[in-house]
């Protein structure tokens, strides 16, 4: 079971079988049905040729997959914008201002390197809705595709200059003051996970006058760990921060769309409260409502609610936060995996954005990271997961604990999530692995671990594992 198709793309490990794993002939595959479902979509403009931007991490496979997606589109009359090495929200500007149709990242994002993924865009730059989602795959099971004659095939053109197009962009940002970053003279290390994040992120904090130490810093697509940016991977980076008296750390993952930060004192800023510190300083500036999903912590809730804002919470998923956004005009918003939000700049997770607001933040502040940490309300959790087999009805085994947990405060729009007076546990099936996802939270870290216990036995209990 590795080959996923979901409205967060089409994810797989490369190699082995058609059909069981991202091959080249699925790439191909899902490339012609992205690229007919666009004709379709702008069918109004057959006079013209459609316009697709193209960028990939720095994955092992990714150029062989970037070529393959590249031509397939070509061979559909389909012009290509190549941005080459490239970040998935730099592609996301990308779309918008090269005036494009549509995108794709090709990127697995936080998995390991024998992953990658397509991530399909619309012509904003913002991820397809699951009904598009359901479009493309169904014109990919029918094969339904009609290339162009020798006349009428595409062109790809390069353009290498989008990366620091994206940087300018997050440096006009109203409430980024690089000139105030500048005086405080800050040290920051900077784990790229060997991806494009490892250029980029460095170059930005260059331009804000950050003196920067790298870790990981080699476009060549060998994770030094998993890329996945929780604590467990991240022990290097969190000795180098004490080492080298750094004011802090950043990780992103391979695609940078997911940001952690890493105090003064070498422990984990928490991948949750990147968007509670941000959306603290955007909110005290300009104050409004925000969004998270329902796996994110409550700390967002609370900060909201001092700046007088009004918090809603999402189904996961960056598509459903988005949407949840531009309902309740929501001035920050994002994941609780890092992944920030913010409008004034693009409807897309962004680390860049979250940089450049966080280091500004930061300069306004007379109080070290862990400092700023420590101010936050504290709340702790626990994130593990069940590996899943084709044989476990997930969705029977939901149920089951939804009846037997109906008495309390239940969500069903995205797995289950049961709310407690002073807890929370959130299970759900992943959209991007074959596993289901249990995550709680609690007031302490032994409360979300022994409740996050307490539900992986219960779900293995009623899954027959």
């Not at 936050?376 to 997930?394: A, F, H």
Request: with cysteine; charged share 25%.
């Amino acid at each position: 079971m590795t080959l996923i198709k979901s409205i967060s793309g089409i994810r797989g490990t490369i190699g082995g079988s058609v059909g069981d794993n991202l091959t080249p002939v699925d790439a191909v595959k899902f490339a012609s049905a992205y690229g007919s479902f666009l004709k379709i979509r702008h069918a109004s403009k057959s006079s013209e040729r459609l316009k697709v931007v193209i960028g990939r991490d720095a994955r092992i496979s990714g150029p062989m997959i970037h070529n393959l997606v590249m031509n397939t589109l070509v061979g559909l009359g389909i012009d290509v914008i190549d941005l080459g090495l490239s970040t998935t929200p730099t592609v996301e500007i990308a779309v918008p201002l090269e005036k494009a149709d549509g995108g794709i990242i090709l990127t697995a994002s936080h998995n390991p390197k024998q992953w990658n993924a397509l991530k399909l865009l619309n012509e904003k730059g913002e991820f397809l809705s699951g009904k598009e989602g359901e479009l493309i795959l169904e014109i990919a099971e029918k094969e339904a595709f009609d290339f162009s004659d020798v006349n009428n095939l595409g062109e790809v053109i390069e353009n290498n200059a989008y990366m620091d197009i994206h940087i300018d962009e997050v440096l006009e940002l109203p409430l980024v003051d690089a000139d105030l970053v500048k005086t405080k003279k800050f040290k920051v290390v900077v784990d790229g996970v060997n991806s494009s994040g490892g250029i980029i992120i460095p170059n930005l904090l260059e331009q804000m006058g950050v003196e920067v130490v790298k870790l990981y810093c080699e476009p060549n697509g060998h994770f030094p760990h998993n890329p996945e940016p929780l604590k467990e991977h991240l022990g290097d980076i969190c000795k180098l921060v004490v080492e080298e008296k750094a004011d802090f750390g950043i990780v992103v993952d391979p695609d940078v769309d997911r940001l952690a930060f890493i105090s003064n004192d070498g422990e984990m800023f928490g991948e949750e409260y990147t968007l509670v510190a941000v959306a603290d300083y955007v909110l005290s500036k300009t104050p409004g409502n925000t969004v998270s999903n329902m796996s994110s912590s409550r700390a967002l809730r609370d900060i909201t609610e001092k700046h007088g804002g009004t918090y809603q919470a999402s189904a996961v998923g960056e598509v459903n936060v988005v949407e949840l956004m531009k309902k309740t005009n929501a001035i920050i918003g994002g994941e609780g995996n890092g992944g920030i939000i913010y409008p004034s700049s693009h409807y897309g997770r962004d680390s860049m954005v979250g940089v450049a607001l966080f280091l500004t933040y930061l300069a306004n502040q007379d109080k070290t990271v862990a400092e700023i940490r420590a101010s936050y309300p504290q709340y702790y959790m626990s994130k593990n997961k069940i590996e899943l087999t084709p044989q476990i009805d997930v969705d029977n085994v939901l149920a089951t604990l939804t009846e037997k947990y109906k008495s309390e405060n239940i969500t069903t729009i995205d797995g289950v999530k049961i709310d407690f007076p002073k807890e929370w546990v959130h299970l759900r099936k992943s959209n991007t692995e074959p596993i289901i996802r249990i995550y709680t939270e609690a007031p302490t870290q032994s409360e979300a671990d022994v409740l996050a216990e307490r539900f992986v036995k219960e779900l293995k209990e009623i899954a027959g594992i």
